[in-house]
């Protein structure tokens, strides 16, 4: 193995064992939260190394990007490409092609759009729907208090397989504001529970990224997006891919 390869296998097992000792904090089976590399600007070799040392699925932020690569990658059939950004309504058939899962949904515009597309595929992907806990108008999702009324309406799009809600908390240092972001999904996820119409599963929590997951785990979360930590600082700002992360500080922990 080589020092990249070595380096790749130690930050992945370092982050295993993190989530585990949240967990175990929480009192919830380690078994309950799905690390999700994210992969945004990564190179190829990269993410080969990072498939050889057992990564089957890999997280997106641009449609076009996610789509290249798994074009060039096609050879590793088992490998599961999510994308995790916002997506618009004219790139929904590059999606349609190779997303095995989306976690932004927040737009019937866009499940309208994407949905077409996967039926004329023939295929079906995982959804989550984005929500805006932080009330940052720089960030996309939906309010809270309108999620209930959009869930109602997804049954009317068969290839959305909807399995819960992802949220992006405020990038801070200071735990006090970045928690209550992480236990609004877990509420309003709580009262889908009660409130989904049938077909609508509210199983899942995506929330918590390099810098926050044990929090976000502490909370709830079933699914963490992990990037830096795992490949290291990316050559891009982060605001390219979050809109609203300001300052070196606060993107050094994604």
Known sequence: MDADAASLAANLQAIRARIDAACRAAGRDPGEVRLLPVSKTVAEARLRQAYALGVRELGENKVQEAMAKSEAMADLEDLRWVLIGHLQTNKA??????????????????????????????????????????GEASKFGLPPEE???????????SSLRV???????????????????????????DRLRQEAPDGIAMDELSMGMSGDFE??????????????????????????YWPGAAGPAENDTR
């Not at 785990?217 to 891009?236: C, H, L, Y």
């Open 93 to 134: 058939k590059y999606a349609a092609r190779f997303a095995s899962e989306f976690q932004a949904l927040d737009s019937l515009r866009v499940a309208q759009a994407l949905d077409a597309r996967l039926q004329k595929l023939g295929r079906a992907i995982d959804v989550l729907v984005q929500v805006n806990t932080s």
């Open 147 to 157: 999620v209930p009324a959009f869930v109602k309406q997804l049954p009317a799009f």
């Open 163 to 189: 399995r819960g809600l992802m949220t992006l908390a405020l990038f801070s240092d200071d735990e006090a504001r970045v928690r209550p972001c992480f236990v609004r999904l877990r509420e309003l996820r």
């Open 215 to 240: 929090l976000a785990i502490a909370e709830g979360s079933t699914t963490v997006r992990v990037g830096t930590a795992i490949f290291g600082r990316r050559p891009t700002p982060d605001d390219t």
